[in-house]
């Protein structure tokens, strides 16, 4: 049962990608293979990043690059290296939204008052590094022009977790989250695998239950933590000739190698 009401979610508002400043840039290839429209780079205020933002489909994706080893984002880096590091959800008033937080016990760090923005700790969140804001997403400027390309947008973010049912819960009472079926999802006996829609934006937690699963090793070596993220698109064979090592297929869903992809997870489902 709640303890309090709560967070008013609005709106998913993106999804954070970890790069390191002076390394390939991921952004001419979200443009040229992924059809994303790139938008400036600018330097986050009041804090020690550089942000490029892109959007897939209607998901805006932001590229936040640790100028060095310093700070949340540079730690960060060093510890996992570059790949998928965060969630942000947009809310109207993020000051309520701060305080039904930590009524909860959840602490609040790397608030950054000129970004309008805050970051609940993952270790109370279930490994999950969440950020809260309560601004709108970037207006859309075409400055690196999108290619034509198969992909529609972001269908889920996956999340590897201990107990799905005990997270679950935890996300239902935090921000009014409800169930999602009907997703593809691995077998049952090597995964337990549950959907939940918060706002506009689905997330996948999984627990594996076999060493098969594709998940255990994750789980095993760097614990509750964002894995991936599914991108919709029309065919998978055009995934394919992109020219992307694919590592595993299905009939509605392929994963990638890693690798060549800028260290992203990357999961490809049909629409």
Known sequence: MATTEPVAVDSFHQLGIATKLGQDDPAPWLAEVLSADVQPSFEEPGGEQQVTTAR??????????????????????????????????????????????RQRGIHVGDTNLAARRFFTHPKDTFGLLMAWTDRGATPAANTVAPASGPVLGVGWVTAVVRNVKEVRSFLEDLTGATVVDGLPAGPRGEEDTLDLRISDMVLRLVTPR?????????????????????????????????????????????????????????EWVTA
Not at 226 to 247: I, N, R
Request: net charge negative; hydrophobic share 45%.
């Open 56 to 101: 897939l489909g209607h998901t805006q994706v932001a590229l936040l690059a640790a100028a060095g080893p310093r700070g949340p984002l540079g730690q960060y880096v060093e510890r996992f290296g570059p790949g998928l590091h965060s969630v942000a959800w947009r809310v109207d008033d993020l000051w309520v939204a701060e305080n039904l937080i």
């Open 210 to 266: 076999s060493v098969s699963s594709r998940y255990a090793t994750f789980l095993d070596r760097v614990g509750e933590r964002l894995h991936s993220f599914a991108v919709q698109v029309t065919d998978l064979d055009a995934v394919v000739a992109t020219g992307l090592p694919v590592l595993e297929r299905e009939d509605t869903r392929l994963w990638t190698d890693p690798a060549a992809t800028f260290g992203l997870r990357m």
